[in-house]
């Protein structure tokens, strides 16, 4: 049998639409599917709820794999010695894999390169992560676009001259037969039992049926008067655990949104793409304001009060529930996360960086850009961001986006009393990012 070439799959878990797979499938060799379940990415922020996700996920890609004819390896361990290990035992003369843009990602990816160059293997890295690749997204005049208007536009641009729909291509008779892995539980792979899960199976079948039904079923037409309609679980497409794994295309879904006429959805897939562009040209992004101005902000708000907002205990009803649903299903709606992280940041005066690391472990979703980015933009600190001045009121939005309260009565229904007075809190805050500001003005 001739030998495979073998794709590492990263976060790109499906068959659907992959750059590497066809980058695999022109070298005309059988393929060969790996994931390495490597105890690095508990210190990449995968928290339980994730990695309960990738687990789902990759037990339904061994399904899809063994129905065409092939399997899936998974090991645990290090990457890099896996990598090297099963290149070896398959006698793979090539590796493909989807680039994983994340900067620690980028580390394990040359010491991949190194290892298995030292074994006579290539190893082929492709660009899939967004619908066009970065270098491409430029302002008319040239230059890296500091605003989402901006880099949206020149994506449309790009799309225009050089269309990327997602491949279609045939995978029976294509894959290298492998004995079926055994894939260890969620609770295997922490040591103790997870009461954490998320609210969607993960996995690319239920992705790719949860675009069409959700699709099929109306709510996409009705995206752009409904999204931020808190209490209904349907309003949004509930697709952004399978985005950030790749269960999942980009282009898939961007091609869904487009065919059906749906240009708010298709822009909300494009603020995932622009986050990603952020990362790429601020790969400190977690880490630094973008507006290094705002690293001077003293922060100084109470470990007391972190603790009374990550178990939903401030006493606002929608940062409440917003975060007791992210501690028992690892989700919550976008305009929830951000009277959340507003609420943190504004309210509490609590350093957007904690709240950053909170999300990312809890989040099913948590992906270093989206949130980072996210962060900042609620921060005010970012290149596209929210003004520092523009302070959400957790009262009038929960009064607005749960009018019935039927969200904050499933999530916090007891009330707890107020940890603070949003209007003093309001203006300490307003009075802080003044004061950075006026000092940078004239530092005399
Ligand atoms: C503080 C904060 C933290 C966030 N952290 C994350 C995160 O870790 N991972 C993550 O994927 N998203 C994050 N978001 C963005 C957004 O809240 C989620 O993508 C969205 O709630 C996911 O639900 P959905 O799939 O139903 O979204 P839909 O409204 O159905 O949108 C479709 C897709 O578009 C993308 N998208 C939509 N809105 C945004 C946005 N504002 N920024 C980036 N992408 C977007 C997502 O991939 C989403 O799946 C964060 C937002 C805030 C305010």
């Not at 490597?38 to 789902?56: C, N, S, T, W, Y």
């Not at 209904?232 to 065919?259: C, F, I, K, N, W």
Request: proline share 6%; aromatic share 8%.
């Amino acid at each position: 049998m001739a030998s495979p070439v073998l794709i590492w799959l990263r976060r790109d878990l499906r068959l659907d639409d992959s750059h590497a797979i066809v980058a695999a499938l022109e070298t005309g060799a059988p393929l060969a599917f790996l994931y390495v379940l490597d105890p690095a990415m508990k210190g990449r922020g995968v928290g339980h709820a994730q990695l309960g996700f990738i687990v789902e996920g990759l037990e339904d890609l061994q399904t899809r794999l063994a129905e065409r004819g092939g399997g899936l390896i998974v090991r645990r361990g290090d990457t890099v010695q896996h990598l090297v290990d099963v290149a070896r035992e398959l006698g793979a003369q090539r590796v493909c894999a989807n680039r994983d843009e994340e900067p620690a990602a980028g580390v394990v990816e040359r010491a991949a390169e190194d290892a298995l160059r030292g074994i006579g293997v290539e190893l082929l890295v492709v660009d899939d992560e967004v619908n066009v690749p970065h270098e491409l997204v430029l302002t008319k005049e040239g230059n890296p676009c500091r605003t989402y208007s901006a880099y949206a536009r020149g994506v449309r641009r790009v799309l225009e001259e050089l269309p990327a729909p997602p491949h279609d291509y045939d995978l029976k008779g294509r894959l290298h037969p492998t004995p079926v892995p055994e894939i260890p539980s969620v609770e295997t792979l922490v040591g103790r039992p997870v009461s954490l899960r998320s609210d969607v199976p993960g996995g690319e079948t239920h992705a790719l049926a949860r675009l069409r039904a959700w699709r099929d079923d109306g709510y996409l037409a009705r995206y752009a008067d409904d999204r931020d309609l808190v209490a209904e679980p349907d309003a949004t497409s509930r697709l952004s655990g399978y985005l950030r794994q790749g269960m999942l295309s980009p282009r898939r879904a961007l091609h869904v949104a487009d065919r059906a006429g749906a240009p708010k959805y298709a822009s909300e897939l494009l603020w995932r793409d622009w986050f990603k562009y952020v990362l790429h040209h601020h790969p400190d992004l977690a880490e630094h304001c973008i507006d290094p101005r705002y690293d001077h902000i003293e922060w100084i708000g109470t470990d007391e009060h972190f603790e009374a907002w990550t178990r939903g205990e401030t006493g606002f009803g929608m940062v409440d529930a917003a975060m007791r649903q992210l501690l028992e299903t690892g989700s919550i709606a976008n305009r929830a996360r951000m009277v959340a992280a507003s609420f943190l940041v504004k309210d509490l005066h609590i350093d957007w960086r904690r709240g950053e690391q909170w999300f990312r472990r809890h989040l099913t979703d948590g992906d270093l850009a989206s949130n980072a980015g996210s962060w900042q933009w609620v921060a005010g600190t970012g290149l596209d961001a929210a003004p520092y001045f523009r302070v959400f009121n957790p009262d009038l939005q929960e009064k607005k986006f749960d009018p019935t309260g039927a969200y904050v009565n499933h999530w916090a229904p007891d009330r707890p009393l107020r940890i603070v007075d949003h209007g003093r809190e309001r203006d300490i805050t307003l009075a802080a990012y003044k004061a950075v500001n006026a000092e940078l003005a004239d530092p005399s």
